[in-house]
């Protein structure tokens, strides 16, 4: 195997355990310790209220920020995280505010998805599909279409391109082993891959659906869309 085949490695399955996945998941269980939600997820939230929405997902939900602002809003929402610690956090918390929230520990590389075709109103996909080569955000993004609801609503953040260009002449160390993807060989992420999006790429990862907005803020594509 040659070095960008070694480096070009995925989050590890549920269950095992190694240096790069322990030492991501201790710093993303430290992520938003305040919990507050994302101010295009309020605005999202406000599209979906208007449109009658009531079933949404979660998509990679960590220690659960946006779980509790969606459930705390009334909608019936259900979420998914790789981390058993962090859908831990999620439930306690979930617990301690009276709230209520259909969570799983369930990898996103493990296809297909625990859901019924059409069973969302929405899905939110914040920070999170970007965790893979290219092969498997396609195929994640594919069952994110599968589950959706047509007319149902599709929010999505991943880092830019140029985030990843700014990095780069900042003398970021990481291997880029594919187009676009790049794998830290430092810091708390190392090992983990990182897909940086053009926007018309992020576009075409949702054939399904029609963009309905495209922002960039804090160097991440914001993609709200509508499933045709």
Not at 8 to 36: F, K
Not at 157 to 179: F, N, Y
């Amino acid at each position: 195997m040659d070095l960008l085949s070694t480096q070009c490695v995925e989050l590890h399955p549920i269950g095992e355990q190694s240096s790069p996945s322990s030492m991501a998941e201790n710093s993303w269980l430290n992520w938003y310790p305040d919990r507050t939600p994302e101010e295009s997820v309020v605005r999202f939230a406000q599209t979906l209220k208007g449109a009658g929405s009531q079933r949404v997902l979660d998509f990679g939900c960590g220690t659960g920020r946006h779980i509790f602002y969606l459930a705390r809003l009334g909608f019936e929402v259900y979420g998914f995280d790789w981390s058993e610690d962090a859908v831990k956090i999620a439930r306690e918390e979930l617990s301690r505010q009276g709230l209520g929230a259909e969570l799983r520990v369930w990898d996103m590389n493990h296809v297909p998805l625990p859901y019924d075709d059409s069973f969302f109103d929405a899905v939110l996909v914040v920070r999170v599909i970007h965790h893979a080569t290219m092969e498997k955000v396609r195929r994640a993004a594919s069952e994110v279409q599968r589950i959706t609801k047509a007319g149902g609503y599709l929010y999505v953040e991943v880092p830019t391109h140029e985030k990843a260009m700014r990095l780069k002449r900042e003398g970021s160390k990481s291997v880029e082993c594919e187009p676009g993807t790049f794998v830290p060989s430092e810091g708390d992420e190392i090992g983990i891959p990182h897909h940086h999006f053009k926007k018309d790429e992020l576009v075409a990862l949702f054939p399904g659906f029609t963009p309905l907005a495209l922002e960039e803020r804090y160097e991440h594509h914001c993609l709200t869309a509508r499933k045709r």
